[in-house]
C-alpha cells in the first residue's frame, strides 16, 4: 500500500490542553484526511445575540470555488530515509479548534480547507469625522 | 523532474504551540500530498455602523 517505506515517528511526551469543534488528535498513520471548517464571525459593540441567525447559503465565500491547480509535470522521485526514526522529546499545544488537526504518524493524502466571513457591527457614531 | 529526498537525523527538542485553528495542521510524520486552502473575507461592507439589524436567518 505504501510505495515507500515511512518514517517512524518518536514523540516521548505531548500534552494537548482542549481539542474542540471537530478537531481531531490522531497518534498512529492514516490514509486520507480531509478537514473542512466554515465560520461566519461576527462582532458587535453591543451584546447582541438572535438566535437564529446566519446562513453560510447568503455568503458566497462559502460555496465559491478554490482554484487549485493539478500538477501536470512529471515527478521522476526517490527517497532515502538515511535514519527511519523522527525524534521529538515534548510537544505543548494550548488548543486545537475548528477541524484542524495534530497528527502524529504518516499519512498519505491530506485535503484542509477553511472560509472565515467577517463581520463587524458597530454603533452609531454621534460624532462623526469625515 | 529529478527530485531525490536523503532524509538524515531530524531530532527536535520541545515544541511548544499556542493553537491550531482553522483547518490547520500540525503533523509529525510524512506525507505524500498535502492540500491547504483558505478563504477570508473582510470586505469593507462587512463593517455595519448603524441600528443592528439580525443577518439573514439560517435557511
Sequence with gaps: MI?????????????V???????????????????????????????????????FGAYPIFSEAIPFE?????????TQNLNPVLKVRNIGIMGASSSSVVHIGNSRHISMEARVKHIRQLLPRRNHVD | MNFQVYNRDIC????????????????????ET????????TPAESLIIGPFVPLSPDA
Design chain 2, 34 to 41: 498535502i492540500q491547504l486552502a483558505a478563504t477570508f473575507d
Design chain 2, 12 to 31: 527536535v527538542g520541545d515544541i511548544r504551540v499556542i493553537g491550531v485553528s482553522s483547518s490547520s495542521l500540525l503533523m509529525v510524520g510524512d506525507a
Design chain 1, 70 to 78: 493539478p500538477m501536470t509535470e512529471s515527478l521522476n522521485g526517490s
Design chain 1, 3 to 15: 510505495a515507500m517505506l515511512q518514517r517512524i515517528a518518536c514523540v516521548d511526551h505531548i500534552k
Design chain 1, 17 to 55: 490542553d482542549s481539542v474542540s469543534f471537530s478537531s481531531i488528535f490522531q497518534i498512529g498513520d492514516s490514509e486520507q484526511i480531509c478537514g473542512i471548517s466554515r465560520a461566519i464571525a461576527v462582532q458587535r459593540e453591543a451584546e447582541i445575540f438572535y438566535t437564529n441567525e446566519g446562513s
